[in-house]
């Protein structure tokens, strides 16, 4: 089993805000890391991955990646209330196909 | 082009009885997979099918639960006498089912199942 731990939130931020959202996992093994958003009611979403450590950007999404800390993060630059969702964290293991999530952080952005 | 699409969208039931989910996977995808998502927990793997090759259904919660994938497309997941533990959204989805770590799952809209 890949423990998967988000950091809890709520997390509320002002409009135009960055949004820091901290993912940590247990298994060395991990070489993909995905980051879905979720709205109320709906079905996630894929909003990045990254397999590389170092940093990778998507417009106002930064993700984040260091496997020798096992952590992945994600950044949210200019938060805008269109990003008030909850933000799941997922991996893959070597030569896995079963994705690990962690529970989820709820971003509220605040205009 | 379409996404994975999932019916009934909604389901209540009585405990006790049968219920069958569907999954459309996108087009092309050889890959299935199964979720659930209780209230407040995380996604929990339930099932994995890849082309013919034999399902993973290590995440199976009990016996009660089956799955199946005709022609390597729909796929139907069955749980028979319901429990209200079974209350849950079960969520698809699909992949191109690349060889390797990087293989994204594209998920479907859900099937909220809610057991009297």
């Known amino acids: 089993q890949k423990e998967v731990e988000q950091n809890s939130g709520p997390l509320s931020v002002p409009e135009g805000a960055i949004a820091s959202l901290n993912c940590t996992y247990s298994d060395r093994g991990s070489q993909s890391f995905f980051w879905y958003r979720q709205y109320s009611g709906k079905s996630p979403e894929l909003i990045m991955f990254?397999?590389?450590?170092g940093d990778k950007e998507d417009g106002r999404f930064t993700a984040q990646l260091n496997k020798a800390s096992q952590y992945v993060s994600l950044l949210i630059r200019d938060s805008q209330p269109s990003d008030s969702a909850t933000y799941l964290c997922?991996?893959?293991?070597?030569?896995?196909?079963?994705?690990?999530f962690g529970a989820g952080t709820t971003v509220t952005v605040r205009a | 082009g379409a996404g994975v699409s999932q019916s009934p969208s909604n389901k209540v039931t009585e405990k006790g009885k049968d219920v069958e989910l569907r999954c459309d996977p996108i087009?092309?995808?050889?890959?299935l997979y199964w979720y659930r998502q209780s209230l407040g927990q995380g996604l929990e793997f339930l099932i994995y099918?890849?082309?013919?090759?034999?399902?993973?259904k290590s995440g199976l919660p009990s016996d009660r639960f089956s799955a199946e994938r005709t022609g390597g497309s729909v796929s139907t997941l069955t749980i028979q006498r319901t429990q209200q533990e079974d209350s849950a959204v079960y969520l698809c989805?699909?992949?191109?089912?690349?060889?390797?770590?990087?293989?994204?799952?594209?998920f479907g809209p859900g099937t909220r199942l809610t057991v009297l």
């Open positions: 099918f890849q082309g013919n090759s034999a399902p993973d």
């Open positions: 989805a699909s992949s191109h089912g690349l060889a390797g770590d990087l293989d994204t799952q594209y």
């Open positions: 997922a991996l893959l293991g070597s030569n896995d196909y079963k994705l690990s």
């Open positions: 087009s092309g995808h050889t890959a």
């Open positions: 990254i397999y590389s450590n």
